[in-house]
Every structure is written in structure tokens, then in C-alpha cells.
């Protein structure tokens, strides 16, 4: 599902609370593999080998909070309980994952120097935020996005205070939010979600917010990085929704979600 390694860019800029992450980054494809059943695996796999040709892209992972170890309100694995992660929803009128919770990102352009740049140019686009307000830290390894044919390269990335952000393009986007971090941690919003890819169909990690139900290859890579970091507490795995049964629960009873 991969095929480039992961590259520390500038590790050392990390707050404390990301250490456990960023210093495991090379960690995460393999914890994001662990959640995808064999015959899945091999399907995608399969799927990449016949899509070489397809276009490079990159996502932004973008992490807000204060820089200093927090002394009280941590979350568990001493997470400040105002750290967020930047997420958009795509507008639903688009032909690739139309209406999906999603990171910041998108293909890449010819003058585009790398991943980083493409993935720091598309959410100035998408969510009007000032590059120069955060840090790419490191590269993931690239992975590949069916049906789209994405070759896709996750950028973690920090700021102290990113500054505001939008919606920029309403035919694009739909929502920015930053959501905060212990909603992803928080049990009481973890299902697993059932989804089809090509002829095989699994059930995947999901997060059912306020606004929005995050699945598919952002659910699985927030997953990955919960578990990687140590952040991630025990939560139900056998509470199985269909797609369409999990999206009808977005903007219901929302009391505990955060």
C-alpha cells in the first residue's frame, strides 16, 4: 500500500506531547495496515500496481496546541485537552468522496517542489491558512486512495496557533473545523464502519463528531496515529455501523462527544 519511507523533516520542533508520535512516525503505515483485513490489503495493493500512472497528491496533518508540556488538564499520554487536528468536509457535489470528512490536501500541481508544498498550498486554498503560521515536521509514506487513484503522501505538521480558517471554495469545501484532539481520543465516539473496496467488503475505524462522521483513509490514518502515540484508550471495535446508518447519527445527540 506503500511505497516511499517516511521522512523526518524538522522532528526536533515538536512540542513535547507530539514526541511520541512524531518519534514513531515510520510506525504508523504498519498500525494503519493492522486495521485493513488481508484479502482488503491485497486487493488495494493489486489496485496500486495497475494505477502507477496515477496522479501524486498530498494531505496536510496538521496539529495545533500549546508548546510546552501541559502540567494539568493532559489528556492520558499528557495531550493538552486544547489540542486539535485541522479536518475539512468535502463539498458533496464532488465526484471523488463527495460529502467525506477529510485532511486538508490534493493532487499535485507541476510547479509543486514536493508533498510538502503541495500539501501546504492546498490547505492555504481550501481553508485559508498562513503557511508560514506552522511546521511540516515529517512525511508519511506515500499510500494509495481508491477510486480516485491518488498516490497520496501525509504531511504531520504543528502550530502553536494556526490562525483562522474557512471555508475558502464552497464548491470544494463544506466545513473546516478544527476539532479538538480529545474528541478523537474520547471512546464514547469510536465505531467501526462498513465500507467496500473493489469486490471486498470490511468494516473500518470511524469517529462519529458533531458535525461529521470521519471515515475511510482519514479515519484509518487518525486511528493509526492514536494508537502509535499511545494516545488511544479501549473502545468498542464491535460497534459495527452500516455507511449510511453511521452518516444518519452526524448532528444527532452530540452530549459526550467531546
Do not use: K
Amino acid at each position: 500500500m506503500s511505497e516511499e519511507p517516511a521522512g523526518l523533516l524538522r522532528p526536533l520542533d515538536r512540542p513535547p506531547w507530539l514526541a511520541p508520535l512524531v518519534d514513531n512516525v515510520h510506525r504508523v503505515p504498519d498500525a494503519y495496515r493492522r486495521r485493513v483485513p488481508p484479502e482488503v490489503l491485497s486487493a488495494l495493493t493489486g489496485a496500486q500496481s495497475a494505477a502507477l500512472g496515477g496522479r501524486d497528491a498530498a494531505v496536510l496533518v496538521l496539529f495545533s496546541g500549546p508548546p510546552a508540556e501541559p502540567q494539568t488538564g493532559a489528556l492520558p499520554g499528557l495531550v493538552p485537552s486544547t489540542a486539535d487536528l485541522l479536518l475539512t468536509v468535502r463539498a458533496g457535489t464532488l465526484r471523488h468522496h463527495a460529502g467525506q470528512a477529510a485532511f486538508p490536501g490534493g493532487a499535485a500541481d507541476p510547479e509543486d517542489a514536493g508533498p510538502v508544498h503541495t500539501a501546504l498550498r492546498e490547505a492555504r486554498e481550501e481553508t485559508g491558512l498562513d503557511p508560514g503560521r506552522l511546521t511540516p515536521l515529517a512525511t508519511l509514506e506515500r499510500m494509495f486512495i481508491p477510486p480516485s487513484g491518488f498516490h497520496v503522501v501525509p504531511v504531520l505538521a504543528y502550530s502553536p496557533d494556526p490562525g483562522p480558517v474557512t471555508v475558502v471554495d464552497h464548491a470544494e469545501t463544506a466545513i473546516v473545523a478544527r476539532v479538538p484532539l480529545r474528541a478523537f481520543v474520547n471512546p464514547a465516539n469510536r465505531l467501526m464502519v462498513c465500507r467496500t473496496a473493489g469486490e471486498a467488503r470490511y468494516a473500518g475505524p470511524a469517529f462519529l463528531l458533531n458535525e461529521m462522521l470521519v471515515w475511510g483513509f482519514t479515519g484509518h490514518v487518525i486511528s493509526a496515529m492514536l494508537d502509535v502515540a499511545g494516545w488511544a484508550q479501549p473502545w468498542d471495535a464491535d460497534n459495527v455501523r452500516e455507511l449510511d446508518e453511521a452518516m444518519e447519527l452526524v448532528g444527532g445527540d452530540s452530549e459526550g462527544r467531546l
